[in-house]
């Protein structure tokens, strides 16, 4: 059974692969730079789904360190703590350092250090999002300059002699460079809204925390 449906799904792979190639083609020479531009908006989205991960932001073991932070600096088991917070793996990690660093000082200057760093952290956070942006701009012109492309082939043909191959050229070239600059800018615009949300919950997830940090740390110095 296994081998008789090999054959199969090679052929219709095979036909997929000529279909896609086929498609390419007639859409003309702007079908290379709107090819670049899906591969750039695809490495955007890849590239924010790693870095936007739980792990890398707001670990849960992290997590239920900090919320516990000063039980734990009560009961002198805060050494492995700083050490997870000096290694700087996720962006908890890192402002909580800053805290720490500032720890025995008043709230107010824990709260403004720890907002310097923030600043730089949340670039972090955004980093790849202008490239969506451009993506979404992008990649639609680049559909409509090569319908108007297609639409100069359909008129050229549109002689005396009518040429019919040209006109079906420039139809195919207007039809697909249109076709594939939407696919590319719709899912750059869903990822865009998900990633800003997800943005938006972290960020205040984070607040939160800190907020607990800067008070445990301004409450009672810490042994480090």
Known sequence: MIESISPLAAIAASGALRTSWDFLQQGGIFMVP????????????????????????????LTQQVENFQELAAAGKIDPVLKEFAQGNSTLARLSAVAVRHRGKPQRDIILAVEASAREETSRLHAGIGVLDIVITVAPLLGLLGTASGLVTIFQGLSAAADHLAIARGIAEALNTTIFGLAIAVPCVVAHGFFTRRIEVLTARLESLLADLAHACQKAAVKG
Do not use: E, Q
């Not at 890849?46 to 073991?61: A, E, M, Q, T």
């Open 34 to 61: 709107l090819g670049i531009t899906s591969i750039i908006g695809m490495t955007a989205i890849l590239y924010k789904f790693l870095s936007l991960s739980r792990k890398r932001v707001i670990p849960d073991p």
